[in-house]
């Protein structure tokens, strides 16, 4: 069982479309990330959301934490063939423990 | 800024040996390391967390005999892979917390293949 269902899995726009991919679960976090990974390399922290209804932008990259903090989505503006890559929600569990959502695959096609 | 380094990057053994994979916090010391595995094309799975001093905690499903994890110091937890067999072939990676903003990082990855 997934503890945090991420959608979609695989993506694939245009350049200049906008997207929204989104991260789920029955159960609250204390805090949830977003990482964006290359292949063969290790994942990289995008941003960390802490507060319900917090929400944070990274240039064209907005991220929200559900009021609830059991929800998350990160929406990309104007996509442009470098945010190309696997995207992942983790969500803290306890202190220490991350555990990810599945990922989503995206393809920004120019 | 705290880095945390894997070695090595890639390893390719025969069916049946055994491989380490060692994962080092390089300026800053962490008791709890974490162990993934990642398969191609998926996320990461969370395998174990590694205690300095004390025996590691595998989450279900994760095979404790087959997947040895030592953290012998501060700054180093090994995975040892027993008996390998081409299923295990995986993209594995470490984190830990550490540094001035009690921030998560992450390893390089190691990729093992098991022919």
């Known amino acids: 069982t997934q503890l945090l269902e991420q959608s979609p899995q695989f993506l694939s726009i245009q350049e200049g479309e906008n997207l929204t991919v989104y991260c789920n679960s029955s159960?609250?976090?204390?805090?949830l990330q977003w990482y964006r990974q290359e292949p063969g390399e290790g994942p990289v922290l995008l941003v960390t959301?802490?507060?319900?209804?917090e929400v944070k932008k990274l240039k064209r990259l907005t991220f929200q934490f559900g009021d609830a903090r059991k929800d998350s989505s990160l929406h990309i503006t104007a996509a442009q063939p470098g945010d190309t890559g696997l995207y992942l929600c983790a969500g803290l569990q306890g202190a220490q423990k991350l555990v990810f959502g599945q990922g989503t695959r995206l393809t920004i096609n120019p | 800024g705290a880095v945390v380094s894997q070695h090595p990057s890639w390893v390719i053994c025969k069916s049946g040996t055994s491989v380490k994979i060692e994962c080092r916090s390089l300026d800053f010391q962490a008791t709890t390391m974490f162990w993934y595995r990642q398969f191609p094309k998926q996320s990461l799975m969370l395998m174990a967390t590694s205690n300095e001093g004390s025996k590691a905690t595998y989450e279900q499903g994760v095979e404790k005999d087959k997947f040895l994890i030592n953290h012998a110091s501060l700054t180093l937890s090994t995975l040892t892979v027993t008996s390998a067999h081409p299923e295990d072939s995986s993209f594995y990676i470490c984190?830990?917390?550490?540094?001035?903003?009690?921030?998560?990082?992450f390893g390089e990855g190691s990729w093992l293949t098991v022919v």
């Open positions: 984190s830990a917390w550490g540094g001035t903003g009690n921030t998560i990082y």
């Open positions: 159960s609250v976090f204390s805090s």
């Open positions: 959301v802490v507060t319900g209804g």
